[in-house]
Nanobody, 124 residues
Framework: QVQLVESGGGLVQAGGSLRLSCTIS????????MGWFRQASGQAREFVGS????????AYADSVKGRFTISRDNAKNTVYLQMNSLKAEDTALYYC?????????????????WGQGTQVTVSS
């Protein structure tokens, strides 16, 4: 089994920054993809970005491209989501997830394991 624990959410003013962390533990996986998703109140879960753990290549949703950056720390088994120039519309519950097959998809249904989520609120 794989466990994911997110942290780093909070309240920030528009234009500000936050860094979310997601630490993975449990069963060892290879060639997997870590994804970040978000879900605003009353809306569907939305792809934010993903990173291929072994290759380090990242992909982003158009809505966050140029503002958000995903990185990883192999030694800490942790992936980060650096969020800059935050907007009110970035307010959501943010989740990290693991795709054990390494498909690097934007679809939530492809991901096998999920964290509990961390709330990000951006005030305008």
């Amino acid at each position: 089994q794989v466990q994911l624990v997110e942290s780093g959410g909070g309240l920030v003013q528009a234009g500000g920054s936050l860094r979310l962390s997601c630490t993975i533990s449990g069963r060892t996986l290879r060639h997997y993809v870590m994804g970040w998703f978000r879900q605003a109140s009353g809306q569907a879960r939305e792809f934010v970005g993903s990173i291929n753990w072994s290759a380090g290549s990242a992909a982003y949703a158009d809505s966050v491209k140029g503002r958000f950056t995903i990185s990883r720390d192999n030694a800490k088994n942790t992936v980060y989501l650096q969020m800059n120039s935050l907007k009110a519309e970035d307010t959501a519950l943010y989740y990290c997830a693991v795709d054990k097959w390494g498909l690097q998809s934007t679809q939530p249904s492809v991901y096998d394991y999920w964290g509990q989520g961390t709330q990000v609120t951006v005030s305008s």
